[in-house]
């Protein structure tokens, strides 16, 4: 079985520039989080998605992050223009429906904004 | 949200049994205990999850105390490659969102 993957696993942006992150889930998980690490702090969510649907956005720290998961597939997540303080470690999750399912994380995506 | 609380950082001899304690004296009836790993470069990987009862599965062992304020991890043998950071996580029955502290990074002498 494949495991969740995201890509690019580094991307280095100048500040004010876009980029987009990519997640491909387990096959056949509902459940779908993007979860960050900024600065060396502890593992923060952002965002929760059933199927397509975005269940839970309480984390998504300011308007410049927009998450999509079309056809409730794979999902991205765009920041949208970068800032110095977006730098960090980027992990994507997912679980199948139940409720006290495991997480599975991807290795993330290491975002450096110059 | 319920927070835990563990050391920072301990170390264990390859070969024997390691005991990671983790406080969570503000957990209600339904917060599940979960224990997730991560090792250098990758994501955090799940590891055992309880409620009430002691768990075993193949990578460790969850002793949960009587009251629920705290719980153990044990590795019984620890390995190089159980070098890591260890996550204790309170997760409330019905929600998924986990609030991951900072952990306790596992070093593991030769």
């Known amino acids: 079985e494949a495991g969740v993957t995201q890509f690019p696993s580094h991307s280095v942006i100048e500040k004010g520039q876009t980029v987009t992150l990519r997640c491909d889930p387990i096959?056949?998980?509902?459940?779908l989080y993007w979860y960050r690490r900024v600065m060396g702090k502890e593992i923060k969510f952002l965002l929760h998605f059933v199927k397509e649907s975005k269940q839970d956005e309480s984390g998504m720290p300011n308007n410049r992050f927009l998450a999509e998961r079309t056809g409730g597939t794979y999902s991205t997540l765009k920041v949208q223009p970068a800032e110095l303080e977006d730098s960090g470690v980027y992990f994507c999750?997912?679980?199948?429906?139940?409720?006290?399912?495991?997480?599975?994380f991807g290795s993330g995506t290491q975002l450096s904004v110059l | 949200d319920a927070k835990t609380t563990q050391p920072n950082s301990m170390e264990s001899n390859e070969e024997e049994p390691v005991h990671l304690p983790c406080n969570h004296s503000t957990i209600s009836g339904t917060d599940y205990i979960h224990w997730y790993r991560q090792l250098p470069s990758q994501g955090p990987e799940y590891v055992i999850h309880?409620?009430?009862s002691n768990v075993n599965n193949r990578m460790a062992s969850l002793a949960i105390a009587e009251d629920r304020k705290s719980s153990t991890l044990i590795l019984h043998r620890a390995t190089l490659r159980d070098a890591a950071v260890y996550y204790c996580i309170l997760r409330s029955s019905g929600t998924y969102k986990y609030i991951f502290g900072t952990g306790t990074r596992l070093k593991v002498l030769a």
């Open positions: 096959s056949g998980h509902d459940n």
């Open positions: 309880g409620l009430t």
């Open positions: 999750a997912s679980s199948r429906a139940e409720t006290n399912e495991k997480l599975f």
